[in-house]
């Protein structure tokens, strides 16, 4: 679909698929969205910041409109297509954190796609922390504030290794 130029299609069915999904769908139903994404995903020759936003905006834990299945779907995916999306979730992470694009900072919450990608892919996170440690070092008491409670959530999270992964 990607290759006839369809991007605008793949996004909306992306976001349709994020939007309908339900906890009490059927695990036949959950498996098909899953497997039309990551076939999608793998079989694409570029990464498009475009659809790599639709996916990330399904992280969240506290997202109004976002389900814990539309989140569990997002996670899914990105764990596994993690080789494949790394460099363009990476790029998408480092220009909002550092203040660069201030555009996609307004259409998702960076600091819940972190904390759901830590769930799913801690390896694409390998570039992101020294941005992190930046903002625990900021001046602006907000900034500081988001990035002590993501760096807690971290550590609160049961069985991660978030010292020896970093």
Not at 99 to 115: A, M, P, T
Not at 131 to 143: F, N
């Amino acid at each position: 679909m990607l290759d006839l130029e369809c991007d605008d299609l793949v996004n909306e069915m992306f976001s349709t698929f994020f939007s309908v999904v339900r906890d009490d769908n059927p695990e036949s139903v959950l498996s098909a969205m899953q497997t039309i994404m990551i076939v999608v995903l793998e079989e694409s020759e570029d990464d498009r910041d475009d659809l790599l936003l639709v996916i990330l905006s399904a992280l969240g834990r506290n997202k109004s409109g976002v389900t814990q299945a539309a989140r569990r779907l997002a996670m899914n995916v990105i764990e596994q297509c993690s080789e494949k999306l790394e460099v363009g979730i990476k790029h998408i992470l480092i220009s909002v954190m550092s203040g660069d694009n201030q555009l996609i900072k307004s259409e998702i919450d960076y600091h819940e796609v972190i904390y759901g990608i830590c769930h799913c892919a801690l390896q694409i996170l390998s570039g992101v922390v020294p941005y992190l440690t930046r903002e625990l070092l900021a001046d602006q008491l907000d900034t500081r504030l988001r990035a002590v409670r993501l760096v807690g959530s971290f550590f609160a999270l049961p069985g991660a290794n978030i010292c020896e992964a970093f």
